[in-house]
């Protein structure tokens, strides 16, 4: 009898342990380091201001200064999980979104040629970077308690980091992140303006559908920023 007892408390335990030992779906995708910053979704109301950053004027306006850089594939070492026959990952260079990395090498491109289609087609992957700095006023308009979307289409995906961080979270909508075959982005930099704020911000563009590796090129169809009341 107490054979049997001891027996069930033991297996007792070991089922309150299971929970402790089964990873969760974050913790089994997330990388290391602090959680990226939740997505924001924009609001659906007009824009009471647009700025169009692919014009030299509207760039000047927010402080923008673009530049850009070709991402290249590279072998890298698997992952230490990797099952057994894969001897190598795939990687790209450079990792461009981070708010410490040293762009000032790269070539510095006009507004308007944003819009010059970049990369040597099949799959080509194009960073673009700059800063944004809001202004008190643009013309007549008072920037104050505004909320601040950047609105950018680029042909085909786009990924958009901001201050370092690309804002996610798993099982819920992300701006940030591929939004579908050329649909923009609008991801929200702040819901509350306040006279010179400033953003990085990093634009990783893609050609797609990356499986047909099509002829096609990277580059930007729409780029600018919208104010909300």
């Not at 961080?165 to 798993?170: A, G, M, T």
Request: hydrophobic fraction near 45%.
């Amino acid at each position: 009898m107490r054979n049997e007892w001891l027996g069930r408390l033991v297996g007792c335990a070991v089922l309150a342990a299971v929970p402790l030992m089964v990873p969760t779906l974050s913790d089994a995708q997330a990388p290391p380091g602090p959680p990226p910053p939740a997505p924001i979704m924009p609001p659906a109301l007009p824009p009471a201001h647009v700025v169009d950053l692919m014009t030299a004027a509207g760039a000047a306006t927010l402080g923008a200064q673009w530049k850009t850089m070709e991402a290249k594939i590279i072998e890298v070492p698997p992952i230490p999980t990797a099952l057994p026959g894969y001897t190598k990952g795939y990687d790209i260079d450079p990792h461009a979104g981070a708010d410490n990395y040293d762009d000032s090498k790269w070539p510095t491109i006009e507004p308007k040629d944003l819009a010059a289609r970049r990369g040597g087609g099949r799959v080509s992957f194009i960073w673009y970077r700059t800063n944004l700095t809001i202004p008190a006023k643009i013309g007549d308009f008072d920037t104050a308690g505004a909320v601040a979307v950047l609105h950018v289409l680029v042909d085909d995906y786009a990924e958009i980091w901001v201050n370092g961080q690309i804002p996610r979270r798993l099982g819920r909508p992300s701006p940030a992140t591929i939004q579908g075959f050329n649909m923009p982005n609008r991801v929200v930099l702040t819901e509350t303006i306040k006279a010179g704020d400033t953003f990085q911000i990093a634009v990783f563009g893609i050609n797609g559908p990356i499986s047909l590796a099509p002829p096609n090129t990277v580059w930007f169809r729409e780029a600018k920023m919208e104010f909300i009341r």
